[in-house]
């Protein structure tokens, strides 16, 4: 655009000097006129092309943002993929985690059960002593064996119960991660579609492709 300005500028000084000239014979104002029309000529044609070079350069940013606006959704669903298949491998661990640790908690509330029945059979049986001070004694070892073997259980079944929600909530997880990436893997596809179409419009305006399919001709 510099150069109409400029070219503008000449013509300018042409017709300020065309107003100086005394013009004495025909045939100079015909030849002046005929420069004249060959100067309004060039610049008309240099605004034309300068139009088309701004058309053209706007319609490339168009379709670079298109392609830019697809790449951003295409890398939005690589990302909840990989979000997806964090919840799948996270609820994988967690039912592991929670199998492992239900198999050790009830091999565990095994043993405390087999414990407390052998000794709690000879304390019962001692709590009928003739021997007053030894059947007391037996009744409040029971009593004692009762209470820690309550709070034993107890703590193992919170564990259990720890273990079991551990179980509920991977295969919660496990779940979500695969409808997320389900629905992601069908966004993804249309997606791609999208962006494959949008490089392809660039290419073609931006000539990159022509470029490619003459490297590919070569080889």
């Given at each position: ?92 661990k967690m039912i592991s985690e929670s199998k492992s640790e239900t198999k050790t908690v009830e091999a565990e509330i ?28 037996a009744r409040n070892d029971l009593k004692a064996l009762n209470t820690k073997y309550k709070a034993d259980s107890k ?21 979500k991660g695969k409808a997320a990436k389900a629905a992601a893997k069908d966004a993804m596809k249309a997606a791609k ?27």
């Open positions: 655009m510099k150069l109409v300005s400029l070219k503008f500028m000449y013509l300018r000084t042409i017709i300020n000097q065309y107003f100086r000239l005394n013009f004495s014979d025909m045939k100079t104002k015909m030849n002046f006129r005929i420069c004249v029309m060959l100067v309004f000529f060039v610049l008309t044609t240099s605004v034309i092309q300068a139009q088309v070079v701004d058309k053209k350069e706007a319609e490339l940013k168009r379709l670079e943002a298109s392609v830019n606006t697809a790449k951003g959704k295409v890398a939005v669903l690589e990302r909840k993929t990989a979000v997806a298949d964090s919840l799948i491998t996270a609820g994988t095994k043993k405390l059960d087999k414990e407390f029945a052998a000794q709690q059979k000879p304390l019962t049986k001692l709590t009928t002593s003739k021997d007053k001070e030894e059947a007391t004694q703590a193992l079944t919170t564990r259990l119960s720890t273990a079991t929600k551990k179980a509920t909530t991977g295969d919660a997880n496990i779940n579609e999208t962006l494959a179409v949008a490089q392809k419009k660039y290419d073609t305006a931006s000539g990159a492709g022509q470029t490619s399919t003459k490297d590919k001709k070569k080889k």
